[in-house]
């Protein structure tokens, strides 16, 4: 049970190129969550999908995209990378035995020049 | 809407004080209210949680009670150890809604030998 895995775990962009953050969950859960975290600013939501087939915007969506692939899966898009996306990326997954818990993957650290 | 403000950091303590660190919420309805720990490198951990009021938490010698009364939920440990040095993050999640997470800015803890 690997729990809650992201994909890479670092990353060099230049401004205006495109990548995909991925994760994954193996605890069934139905709500899946990204957020970024930046220094003296907690975690703030980017996007989520609260079951499999939803998605819908949190705190700071500018400049993202997310697919739910299917269950398990929960990837995050930039399409043109700017330095103000230079932060750590969280994917959480809720739900099972303990609805009102999250769960957080190790995270993925990018750079934007 | 919901918040959370947690005190600044960092704080530092020799091995084997006491800690505490405050934190307070504001919400419209009955949140439920965690603290996560973040290690160096790694991602939030779930530390404890109180999903009702007067309901106390605890986990490795770490405990906050939820107090409705003055909406607090103030993280305290009676002897840190080094290997507590870590970001501690307050944080509320509103059970009426999809399980939206309010953290907060999170509080580095060093502790000294």
């Known amino acids: 049970n690997a729990g809650v895995t992201q994909t890479p775990k670092f990353q060099v962009l230049k401004t205006g190129q495109s990548m995909t953050l991925q994760c994954a969950q193996d605890?069934?859960?139905?709500?899946m969550y990204w957020y970024r975290q930046d220094p003296g600013m907690g975690l703030r939501l980017i996007y989520y999908s609260a079951s499999e087939g939803t998605t819908d915007k949190g705190e700071v969506p500018n400049g993202y995209n997310v697919s739910r692939l299917n269950k398990r899966e929960f990837s995050l898009r930039l399409e043109s990378a700017a330095p103000s996306q230079t932060s750590v990326y969280f994917c959480a997954s809720r739900g099972g035995a303990h609805q009102e818990t999250q769960y957080f993957g190790p995270g993925t650290r990018l750079l934007v020049l | 809407g919901d918040s959370v403000t947690q005190m600044e950091g960092p704080v530092t303590l020799s091995e084997e004080a006491f800690l505490t660190i405050n934190c307070t919420y504001t919400a419209t309805g009955y949140p439920s209210l965690f603290w996560y720990v973040q290690y160096p490198g790694e991602g939030l951990q779930l530390l404890l949680k109180?999903?009702?009021?007067?309901d106390k938490g605890s986990n490795k010698g770490f405990e906050a009670t939820y107090r409705k009364e003055t909406t607090s939920f103030h993280l305290e440990k009676g002897s840190v150890q080094v290997s507590d040095s870590a970001v501690y993050f307050c944080?509320?999640?509103?059970?009426?809604?999809?399980?939206?997470?309010?953290f907060g800015a999170g509080t580095q803890v060093v502790v000294t030998p």
């Open positions: 109180a999903t009702k009021a007067d």
């Open positions: 944080a509320l999640s509103d059970q009426g809604s999809w399980g939206k997470f309010q």
């Open positions: 605890m069934n859960h139905n709500s």
